[in-house]
Every structure is written in structure tokens, then in C-alpha cells.
């Protein structure tokens, strides 16, 4: 029997984060693709942007492909895609035409109801973007704190869930918005031992966000019934681009084109699982 999305996305986990599939659904990525499609078409938040700390600051190179994905694929579907992040993201997503909202850490409650009021989104979609944890800081894997250079979209993001806006968190260590729907198994299970408490209304894990990502993309494919995978060479054209502008890998922290250490060899052979699988569902014809 063919692997499932899930299945795909948590190949190669090396940091645990595998241990926290039994807490989720069976098919907790096919279940949040339906959620989505399920929905009006209007805008969709998506937020990325993982500071990695070097000489000059950076975001890695995990993250900003997973929303350049989605964004695409949201396009086709007659979503409104608005990504939502910081300075560390500049540029990244502009030569691609994509809406982008910068936020400075200065903003408060009364700029993010304006902000929610203009835009009034029916998702917003977070792909490995820091959240909060227990004692209100911004920390990263090896736990330190990056919260001087980490504007709170997270409480943005919390808004908007309170408000009924559909919510999806994708990450791979613990210490990413969504998180806290699994912050007791993170620690049980020796993941984390201080793990995001930001919730929300759908979760998926992967071995990296960015396969997360991709992931949901295939399963949005499926259930449209047509492809909206980018191709593989999409996908290396863009990441050449985000690390020409500045962003690392989290792991080496060197602008590399590699994504937590994964090489291109093993980023291509998730991508052919993925267009194996959409082909198999779709048939030739429709995974093109």
C-alpha cells in the first residue's frame, strides 16, 4: 500500500518530532486540505520567518518555501494569499508577486483589529514561525531566547482564532505556532522540554515545516482534483533565490542550499513521493 502524505513528511525525523503522530489524527494533513477548501474565497494570512542568529541576522531557509508553495497553490484555488512576517523576510516574496505585510514588533492589539477589520481572513496558516512559550518568551531549538528579534505575529495569530478564523500550524520541533495543541506530548515524550503553548485549529508536523507544507499542498491537490505542487525545479529556483538574499539553514546557520541540513537529493525525493501520490489519485493526466 502507498504511503500516506503523512507518512512522506515524516521520513528521515530525526529530532523526535515523529513521536507525536499518535497525538495527532490518522490523516491529520488530508483533514486540514478539507478544511481549507471547505471555505469562501477570500484572503488567507500565511506567516513565516524563523530568525537564525548570525553576524548580521537571518531567517532560515525553512519556512519561506513552504508559504511560497502555498501561497501558489491558494492562488489557483481563488484565495487571496497575504503573508505576514518581518524584516527578515524582505524581499523574499515581492519578485514573485505575492501580497506582503511587515510587521516591526512595535504593533499592538488596536493595529492588528485594524489589520484583521481591513483584511478579514477566513484562515491564516503558519509554517515554521517561533510562538510563544510558558513564560512568554521566543526561544529557539538550542533555547535560547529570540524574542528582541521576533515580532509577535503569534498574538495575531491568537486573535484571529479567537474570532473564528480557520487556524493552521506546520512545524517540526516544538517551538512553533500551533504546537501548543501537542505542548504536554512534547514534553512527555522528551521532544521539547519548553515547547510553544500557541494553539490552533489544525496541526501538522513534519520532519521539516517546509515538507509540511508541501505535504498540505499535495492534499489540497487531491481533494481539487488537480495539481498544484510546484516542480522540484520551482522549488531549487526559489530557495537559490531566498539564500542569494540572506536566508540559512538553521542547523549550519551558513546561506547554503540546504533546508536543516537536508540536501537537494533528499528534498527531490520527497518531492517525487508526493507527485507519485497526486498522480496515482489523479491520474497522468491531471498531476501533469
Same mark, same amino acid.
Given at each position: #500500500? ?55 541576522? !537571518? ?11 502555498? !501561497? ?86 491568537? #486573535? ?75 522549488? #531549487?529556483?526559489?530557495?537559490?533565490? =531566498? ?7 538553521? =542547523? ?37
Amino acid at each position: #500500500m502507498a504511503d500516506r502524505i503523512e507518512d512522506i513528511v515524516l521520513r528521515y525525523s530525526g529530532r523526535g518530532i515523529s513521536k507525536i503522530r499518535p497525538y495527532l489524527p490518522e490523516n491529520y494533513i488530508s483533514e486540514t486540505a478539507a478544511a481549507i477548501l471547505a471555505l469562501p474565497r477570500r484572503t488567507v494570512l500565511l506567516t513565516t520567518g524563523f530568525y537564525i542568529p548570525t553576524e548580521s541576522g !537571518a531567517a532560515e531557509t525553512d519556512g519561506p518555501p513552504g508559504i511560497y508553495a502555498l !501561497a501558489r497553490a491558494l492562488c489557483q484555488l481563488h484565495f487571496r494569499p497575504v503573508i505576514v512576517t518581518d524584516f527578515f523576510c524582505r524581499g523574499l516574496f515581492e519578485p514573485s508577486g505575492l501580497e506582503v505585510i511587515y510587521l516591526s514588533g512595535r504593533e499592538g492589539r488596536g493595529d492588528y483589529r485594524r489589520l484583521l477589520d481591513s483584511l478579514r481572513p477566513v484562515a491564516f496558516l503558519s509554517v515554521e514561525r517561533c510562538g510563544h512559550n510558558g513564560q512568554q518568551q521566543y526561544a529557539n531549538m538550542r533555547g535560547y531566547s529570540i524574542s528582541d528579534e521576533t515580532p509577535p505575529v503569534d498574538r495575531l495569530f491568537e #486573535m484571529a482564532r479567537l474570532e473564528g478564523v480557520l487556524t493552521v500550524g506546520v512545524g517540526d520541533g516544538g517551538n512553533e505556532i500551533g504546537m501548543g495543541n501537542v505542548a504536554g506530548a512534547l514534553v512527555h515524550e522528551k521532544v521539547l522540554h519548553d515547547p510553544c503553548i500557541v494553539h490552533s485549529d489544525k496541526l501538522i508536523i513534519a520532519t521539516t515545516s517546509n515538507w509540511g507544507a508541501f505535504g498540505l499542498t499535495a492534499a489540497l491537490s487531491i481533494l481539487s482534483t488537480r495539481n498544484l505542487l510546484l516542480s522540484f525545479r520551482d522549488y #531549487m529556483a526559489f530557495l537559490d533565490s =531566498i539564500v542569494r538574499k540572506g536566508c540559512v539553514d538553521g =542547523i549550519s546557520r551558513k546561506p547554503q542550499m540546504t533546508v536543516d541540513g537536508f540536501p537537494p537529493e533528499t528534498e527531490k525525493e520527497i518531492f517525487d513521493l508526493l507527485l507519485v501520490l497526486i498522480r496515482n489519485m489523479l491520474g497522468e493526466w491531471a498531476a501533469g
